[in-house]
């Protein structure tokens, strides 16, 4: 069945960087896109980005734009997250979810997330 | 597109009907294929969401059929139509029509 394992979080002090990850299986990886979505501890959800399945083509929410880079491996299958500058507001539980089809922006499957703590 | 549910939270006696609102700043109802793109999410405590509704109203495999979701255009409701103990969690509605997606607030669901 689909598999979706973020790593890489923890306490990062504010203006520093960190790289999430999030490996995937159980799908034909290359053909799906992929999304990183975050939710501040008891609060809601918020898109952060999208991938297309070949790496082509990606989409920012405003609060990631020019500081949050999304990146893949299709022969690791893996998705990254390259978060940099960080800010206390970034501190969240960030979660990658499987794009349901070429094109559209459904989400189908989410993994557990991993969370980043911003704090010095 | 700003997404607004209601109410933020809602608690039901077992057995009973929910019903959750959500409202799109404009509609999601595409020309070119006549389809809703309004999806709906349950979040257990703990737990990452889950995705129950597709097209405001296909309910996803294995999602049971107390679930439903109808509506269109700007204007969507989640109904279950009878409340059991697994249901308590946090509902999303979301739009997928185009980027950036968006998220409603979240309705939290408890029994009463």
């Known amino acids: 069945q689909v598999h979706l394992v973020e790593s890489g979080g923890g306490v990062v002090q504010p203006g520093k960087s960190v790289r999430l990850s999030c490996a995937a299986s159980?799908?034909?990886?290359?053909?799906?896109?992929i999304h990183w979505v975050r939710q501040a501890p008891g609060r809601g959800l918020e898109w952060v980005a999208i991938i297309s399945s070949d790496g082509t083509t990606t989409h920012y929410a405003d609060s990631a734009k020019g500081r949050f880079s999304i990146s893949r491996d299709n022969s690791r299958n893996t998705v990254y997250l390259q978060m940099n500058s960080l800010r206390p507001e970034d501190t969240a539980v960030h979660y990658c979810?499987?794009?349901?089809?070429?094109?559209?922006?459904?989400?189908?499957?989410w993994g557990q997330g991993t969370l980043v703590t911003v704090s010095s | 597109i700003v997404m607004t549910q209601s109410p933020d939270s809602l608690a039901v006696s077992l057995g009973e009907r929910a019903t959750i609102n959500c409202k799109s700043g404009?509609?999601?109802?595409?020309?070119?294929?006549?389809?809703?793109?309004l999806a709906w999410y349950q979040q257990r405590p703990g737990q990452p969401p889950r995705l129950l509704i597709r097209?405001?109203?296909t309910r996803e495999s294995g999602v049971p059929d107390r679930f439903s979701g109808s509506g269109s255009g700007a204007d969507f409701t989640l109904t279950i139509s009878a409340l059991q103990a697994e249901d308590v969690a946090v509902y999303y509605c979301q739009q997928y029509y185009n980027s950036p997606i968006t998220f409603g607030q979240g309705t939290r669901l408890e029994i009463k």
């Open positions: 097209w405001a109203s």
């Open positions: 979810a499987r794009g349901h089809a070429p094109g559209s922006f459904l989400i189908d499957f």
């Open positions: 404009r509609s999601v109802l595409s020309s070119s294929d006549d389809r809703n793109y």
């Open positions: 159980g799908f034909i990886f290359s053909g799906y896109s």
